[in-house]
């Protein structure tokens, strides 16, 4: 009897051990793939394939990385890191992290978080010296939450981000008072992506460590996972490894023009540096295995919370999870991008499956790699079809213009880019040229060839669409009108510039043949035409610089020339006025000092107007 006990005993055994191998078996064998099913055995040959087929045509080089958990499933280097001298990238070739950088701000402030340092719902004035702000506009709280889901309230700001001389580059704090942008939207609602308020975050780091932002991230983030060949710091002089490499490694511009390097006040928002390898330490610290705690937290569940909704527009969409971007593939992602003036990076990961895409390119915005990459990884989103009825798409129809662009001063004139919303049919639109379906009431899903998909929302209010959420910032109609007169007010600059430079010709000849014998009215209409043929060619030298990561100082004098020329302008056109009140004009006279006289007006009205003097 005993005998038969432990004979069934020991075949019961036999069998459970032969199901538990089994099951780890098909377990391991599971993790082998990536999300999109790649075998991680020919992941190289399909990585390979794809990159090379941009390397030397789009892309001057890239480093690319795929992870699971702690372990690099795959890495490798492509292309140049100086393409004149034939230089490759190797695993010591440095990339700008760009925004990706706004990812240590974060890290950092969840470790605040979990010391009761730091409480994301608290007023962030409670944090920061006092009248701190000086633009505020609206009395609602701004709380860590709003910074880092994007929703201060702040303009967009196109000074003072990037400094080409290094003796210009000032300490946060003092980068913030300069870089202060104008507050345009009450705190929570509209997701406007911003530079500033990932470095007000970094900013509030230091308030309450007291230590320098990136003393703090050497401290608690490279030193934790022995980070040694990244750098933080705005002149990188903590690490003499990326100040040498830095400068070894060229970035390019589109054509593989090498672009010269810029230095970041605002550093806590793109200015970090490193190598792809440090990169992987970091992410994997972010997707620990099951059971284990990232090193950097000490709790488990705080990078659950960190990973969790912390902003959704609607239901079942992309939203942020405290400073990292949502996306939906065939598993939900967490990312970040990247770009600087001559370098990309963009970092993918899906938590729950443990899965990581890197990637590092000395090209700027670079996509083709960027974008096209982690489709492959992560494979397309698919989502169920619906049932109920579908709204008509009739109502999205019109123009939009994004919501993170500046609101104030000259630069808000530069914001022409507008994307047109045709419909297709009734559950069907095309924005410029990129076609949508709706798979639910006003959610919409765009897929390219190679699978990659994007989703748009529409928030809609008694019939009218009161914006439009892209998987990263809003959208928001625009009339026609409005169209029309930006479009009016740029068409009226450049005739002025051809009636200045041909007014000016003219005045310069009329008064060189009649130096000696010239009225007053007739100095004064050259005096007219060339105080407007300078301020025009001002105006266009101001916008010119402005796409050159100028500072506020750089521009200064243009916005000085500016403001003279409409005082000059202004005074002669008076002059002009009471001349024409006290006597009378030839009448083949008459015509040009009328038309002179009002294109000079206009152009006021329009620099004042247009903030084109600040």
């Known amino acids: 009897m005993h005998k038969i006990i432990s004979r069934t005993m020991f075949t019961l055994l036999l069998f459970v051990l032969l199901m538990s191998s089994l099951s780890l078996k098909v377990s391991a064998e599971e993790t082998n793939y990536t999300p999109s099913g790649i075998a991680y055995s020919e992941l190289k040959d399909v990585i390979d394939n794809y990159v090379n087929e941009y390397i030397g045509n789009t892309t001057a080089g890239a ?40 990812l240590f701000v974060w890290v950092s402030v969840m470790q605040l978080v979990e010391e009761d340092k730091l409480d994301l719902n608290e007023d962030i004035k409670v944090y920061l010296p006092e009248n701190f702000f000086k633009k505020s ?5 701004i709380t860590m939450l709003n910074l880092m889901n994007h929703n201060g309230g702040w303009e967009e700001h196109l ?11 000032k300490s946060l704090k003092e980068t913030l008072e300069i870089f202060e942008p104008k507050q345009v939207y009450k705190p ?9 308020g990932a470095g007000l975050a970094a900013y509030i780091v230091e308030c309450i460590t007291g230590m320098d932002f990136y003393e703090y991230v050497n401290q608690y983030i490279f030193d934790v996972l022995d980070m040694k060949k990244t750098s933080i710091h705005p002149l990188q002089e903590d690490n003499l490894f990326i100040q040498k490499n830095r400068q070894l490694t060229k970035g390019y511009s589109n054509g593989f023009k090498e672009r010269p390097i810029y230095y970041l006040g605002l550093y806590p928002a ?19 295995k099951d059971g284990e705690t990232s090193p950097l937290f000490k709790k488990e569940d705080t990078l659950d919370f960190l990973f969790s909704k912390s902003y959704v527009p609607t239901d079942d969409f992309p939203g942020i999870s405290h400073g990292f971007w949502e996306h939906y593939y065939s598993v939900r992602t967490l990312e970040h991008g990247g770009n600087t003036d001559s370098f990309s990076a963009q970092i993918t990961f899906a938590p729950e499956e443990g899965v990581a895409v890197l990637i590092m390119s000395n090209q700027a915005h670079e996509r083709a790699i960027c974008f096209g990459l982690k489709d492959k990884i992560f494979g397309s989103y698919k989502t169920d079809n619906f049932d109920g009825e579908l709204p008509d798409s009739s109502i999205v129809k019109g123009n939009y213009w994004s919501m993170r662009r500046t609101h104030s001063g000259f630069s808000q004139w530069m914001n022409l880019i507008i994307n047109e919303v045709t419909v297709v049919d009734e559950n069907t639109i095309d924005i410029d040229g990129d076609v949508y ?20 929302y529409l928030d809609v209010i008694n019939g009218q669409v009161k914006s439009m959420y ?8 625009i009339s026609n009108l409005v169209v029309i007169s930006r479009l009016g007010v740029m068409a009226f600059l450049v005739f002025s510039l051809i009636y200045f430079i041909f007014a000016f010709i003219i005045s310069v000849i009329y008064g060189l043949k009649r130096k000696n014998n010239l009225s007053i009215k007739a100095k004064r209409m050259i005096i007219l035409n060339i105080v407007g043929f300078v301020s025009i060619v001002n105006t266009g030298i101001l916008f010119y610089r402005s796409s050159m990561y100028p500072s506020y100082n750089d521009l200064k004098i243009h916005f000085i020339v500016n403001i003279i020329a409409v005082v000059l302008i202004m005074f002669t056109l008076c002059r002009n006025l009471i001349s024409a009140i006290k006597r009378k004009t030839e009448d083949k006279r008459k015509i040009g000092y009328i038309l002179a006289n009002i294109i000079a007006v206009l152009y006021v009205v329009i620099i004042v107007a247009c903030g084109i003097y600040k």
């Open 137 to 141: 506009q609206f009395k609602q709280p």
């Open 437 to 456: 379906y709706q798979i639910r009431p006003y959610v919409y899903q765009y897929t390219d060839k190679g699978g990659a998909s994007e989703l748009i």
């Open 270 to 288: 793109g200015g970090a540096i490193g190598t792809l390898s440090d990169m992987c330490k970091f992410v994997s610290a972010l997707i620990p």
């Open 470 to 477: 892209q998987e990263y910032g809003e959208y928001e109609p």
């Open 63 to 102: 480093s690319v990385a795929v992870l699971q958990n702690d372990e690099t499933i795959f890495k490798s280097n492509y292309g140049y890191s100086d393409i004149k001298n034939k230089i490759p990238i190797t695993d010591n070739t440095v990339f700008e992290w760009g925004s990706v950088t706004k």
């Open 159 to 169: 000074t003072d981000l990037f400094n080409s001389n290094p003796q210009n580059v």
């Open 188 to 196: 929570g609602e509209v997701v406007s992506y911003s530079n500033y």
